[in-house]
T-cell receptor, first 110, second 114 residues
Framework: AQRVTQPEKLLSVFKGAPVELKCNYS??????LFWYVQYSRQRLQLLLR??SRESIKGFTADLNKGETSFHLKKPFAQEEDSAMYYC????????????FGKGTLLTVNP | GAVVSQHPSWVICKSGTSVKIECRSL??????MFWYRQFPKQSLMLMAT?????????EQGVEKDKFLINHASLTLSTLTVTSAHPEDSSFYIC??????????FGPGTRLTVL
């Protein structure tokens, strides 16, 4: 069975500080991993996916198969980054369903 | 980008009644739609996956007779909570995916059963 673990429920940093949101996964196949973000009173939206290897809003995430991790990082946090962040794993097959971690609430203080 | 809407955004109903929630893809054809449930301060739990024109696939522990899902067209899926009880109160979120397989999420529906 696939599982996504986000060990931190809450993470608080000051503006300009580096931030890392942790995500570990377990999956027997070849994983597709994503980070979703949910700003206050807004819908869930895709932040980035590992296959794109892109940086979105200054965030990056590298898939480490050896450590089964997909941590989300940003070198200098901004107040507008305050949101709920969910790591998700997509299984293969015809339906591509997502398994979400429990989420980490990031608060960036001024 | 692709837009998914849900209606209603919130609903309050009496225990024992049924409630229907609609999920629409506004500008793309959704071959697959997903229904999630989110408890306060918790993650999204997938309830079921539906493909247009076929029966939904429910996750383990989800009662298919209680949560009826219909995906009759490429732009509309409905979730009906039958004989609702207070423990069914939750935030229900749908997502839709088309040819690109990316899931686009609706804004969610807050259900409160009195």
């Amino acid at each position: 069975a696939q599982r996504v673990t986000q060990p931190e429920k809450l993470l608080s940093v000051f503006k300009g500080a580096p931030v890392e949101l942790k995500c570990n996964y377990s999956y027997s196949g070849s994983p597709e991993l994503f980070w979703y973000v949910q700003y206050s009173r807004q819908r869930l939206q895709l932040l980035l996916r590992h296959i794109s290897r892109e940086s979105i809003k200054g965030f990056t995430a590298d898939l480490n198969k050896g450590e089964t991790s997909f941590h989300l990082k940003k070198p200098f946090a901004q107040e507008e980054d305050s949101a709920m962040y969910y790591c998700a794993l997509r299984s293969g097959g015809s339906n591509y369903k997502l398994t979400f971690g429990k989420g980490t609430l990031l608060t960036v203080n001024p | 980008g692709a837009v998914v809407s849900q209606h209603p955004s919130w609903v309050i109903c009496k225990s024992g009644t049924s409630v229907k929630i609609e999920c629409r893809s506004l500008d793309f054809q959704a071959t697959t739609m997903f229904w999630y449930r989110q408890f306060p301060k918790q993650s999204l739990m997938l309830m079921a996956t539906s493909n247009e024109g076929s029966k939904a696939t429910y996750e383990q522990g989800v009662e298919k007779d209680k949560f009826l899902i219909n995906h009759a067209s490429l732009t509309l899926s409905t979730l009906t909570v039958t004989s609702a009880h207070p423990e069914d109160s939750s935030f229900y979120i749908c997502s839709a995916s088309g040819s690109g397989n990316e899931q686009f999420f609706g804004p969610g529906t807050r259900l409160t059963v009195l």
